[in-house]
């Protein structure tokens, strides 16, 4: 019985996903966007969603800005930081195609030319719904790249048996 | 004796009850470090501390904030007494026994008065 309930528990905590933010150039008007999420007229940790500190802690990592050339390795490093599974949502037009900076001549953007993006979240700055709404396909995405994983360690698991 | 209870009249002091402290501390400290994630991916940089995505540098004096930043204001006011300290410390014997002369005729004129 308390071993079918930590089960349902733990299988409840990988759905509270932990984001990083990251700035890669930005005007910070999609920063305060997502500020704006954390206030209690959106309140997304209610959902157990909260920006963390490190990327070592997170699911997710939120990218708004253009990446420019200075951000590029250091946005790629961070990257490389965090565990596996990990996703990574864009949020704004700057981070998704590149926008007015578009061929820029100090940019490496946008991001999808930096890192393999999942999530896009269109605006400038998109409404805090919408970034609400790019999480959640986040935590979905998540959840099936979380299952992949396990099927895979499961196969290699069975393989070593036999 | 070391073993027994020792009263000190605001509380006690008992070797038992350390150790009985220390090993709960323990059992939470493992407990705490089991419950982390065994699955990063050693030797990447995964592993490393987190540093703004900039390279950790080699050197820890780099980045680390010595315990003296916290009283800095402390040494600055009082700088002038420490200068004063500073400037009799001169490293030269002589002057350490110069002084050693002085302070004992101090004292052996207070004690004759």
């Known amino acids: 019985m308390l071993k079918m309930d930590l089960a349902k528990t733990l299988g409840i905590l990988p759905r509270s996903i932990w984001v990083f933010l990251c700035n890669s150039g930005s005007c910070n008007g999609c920063d305060i966007e997502i500020v704006a999420t954390l206030t209690p007229r959106y309140d997304i940790e209610r959902f157990g969603m909260k920006l963390v500190g490190s990327p070592r802690h997170a699911d997710a990592l939120l990218v708004t800005g253009p990446v420019t050339k200075y951000m590029t390795e250091r946005l790629k490093h961070i990257y490389d930081q965090m565990p596996d599974p990990k996703v990574v949502i864009v949020v704004g037009n700057c981070g998704c195609s590149g926008d007015v900076f578009y061929k820029s001549y100090n940019l490496d953007g946008p991001v999808d030319q930096v890192l393999p993006v999942d999530v896009y979240v269109h605006g400038c700055p998109p409404r805090p719904e919408a970034i609400i709404e790019g999480v959640a396909k986040a935590v979905l995405k998540l959840e099936a790249l979380r299952e992949s994983l396990n099927s895979k360690e499961a196969d290699v698991a069975d393989v070593a048996q036999s | ?113």
Not at chain 2, 3 to 30: D, E, H, R
Not at chain 2, 62 to 90: C, D, M, N, Q, R
Not at chain 2, 95 to 111: K, N, P, R, W
């Open chain 2, 1 to 113: 004796m070391m073993l027994g209870t020792v009263q000190s009249g605001f509380g006690y002091w008992n070797v038992y009850a350390w150790i009985i402290f220390f090993a709960l501390a323990a059992v939470l400290v493992f407990y705490f470090r089991s419950a982390g994630r065994s699955d990063y991916k050693a030797g990447t940089y995964q592993d490393e501390i987190f540093y703004g995505g900039n390279p950790v540098p080699k050197d820890g004096d780099e980045i680390a904030v010595p315990a003296s930043s916290a009283y800095w204001g402390f040494t600055e006011a009082l700088s002038p007494f420490y200068k004063l300290l500073l400037s009799l410390h001169t490293g030269i014997a002589s002057d350490y026994m110069g002084y050693f002369v002085i302070t004992m005729a101090l004292v052996s004129v207070l004690i004759v008065l």
